[in-house]
């Protein structure tokens, strides 16, 4: 969901300052009022939150390069290095 930038349409407030962010979806409505103060709010740009793509799967080689130990569950319930 991205994060809106509210900023009141009168002067600051001593409560939400100069505008305060809110995260709602997409195609949902704007806020026309500040829900702490109660004042009109004018809604600004959209603020995107970039998440990570992994490229491709992560594998076991990749782990050891990296310089991690790779651990296997046996049967018995132990672990041990693969």
């Known amino acids: 969901m991205p994060v809106y930038r509210y900023v ?3 002067s600051p407030c001593k409560l939400c300052g100069t505008g305060f962010d809110y ?3 997409a195609g ?3 806020l026309t009022h500040c ?3 109660g004042q009109p709010v004018t ?3 959209v603020h995107t939150v970039n998440t990570p793509k992994l490229l491709k799967p992560l ?3 990749d782990a050891k390069q990296a310089g991690f ?3 296997k569950r046996t049967a018995a319930g132990e672990y041990e290095k693969q």
């Open 35 to 37: 829900p702490t103060c």
């Open 69 to 71: 130990t790779v651990l």
């Open 43 to 45: 809604r600004e740009a």
């Open 23 to 25: 995260r709602h979806s």
């Open 59 to 61: 594998s076991v080689t």
């Open 28 to 30: 949902g409505e704007a």
């Open 8 to 10: 009141p349409k009168q």
